[in-house]
């Protein structure tokens, strides 16, 4: 399974970017997924994770409110809303994907099989 993240770019303080990330098998759409993210310096963090049915949702807490996580199975992509942007939102992002088919929400990386190979989402101030 290959996992293609784009979507990144350099925006500004209070814009939006949607992240896409789009499998290349079919059967992610039975596996629970996440995004991720790198910022500088920092280990690889949670962002948000859905189930594989799209029925579940997770956040961390500083993006609650502002971006949305979901799936569309029959394109084979998932997708990061991002809204209201701010400088600490700059990392590389990358999504998940579990080899284990249905599953609910998982949060931990090691929880994850195969992943994307990041987009870069700058945001200036």
């Known amino acids: 399974v290959q996992l293609q993240a784009s979507g990144g770019g350099l925006v500004q303080a209070g814009a939006s970017l949607r992240l896409s990330c789009a499998a290349s098998?079919?059967?992610?759409?039975?596996?629970?997924m996440g995004w991720f993210r790198q910022r500088p310096g920092k280990e690889r963090e949670i962002v948000a994770a859905?189930?594989?049915?799209?029925?579940?949702?997770y956040y961390e807490d500083s993006v609650k409110g502002r971006f949305t996580i979901s799936r569309d199975n029959a394109k084979n992509t998932l997708y990061l809303q991002m809204n209201s942007l701010n400088p600490e939102d700059t990392a590389v992002y990358y999504c998940?994907?579990?080899?284990?088919?249905?599953?609910?929400?998982?949060?931990?990386?090691?929880?994850?099989?195969?992943w994307g190979q990041g987009t870069l989402v700058t945001v200036s101030s």
């Open positions: 859905i189930s594989w049915s799209g029925s579940s949702t």
């Open positions: 098998e079919r059967t992610v759409g039975y596996s629970a």
């Open positions: 998940a994907a579990r080899k284990i088919f249905y599953g609910s929400i998982y949060t931990r990386a090691d929880d994850y099989d195969y």
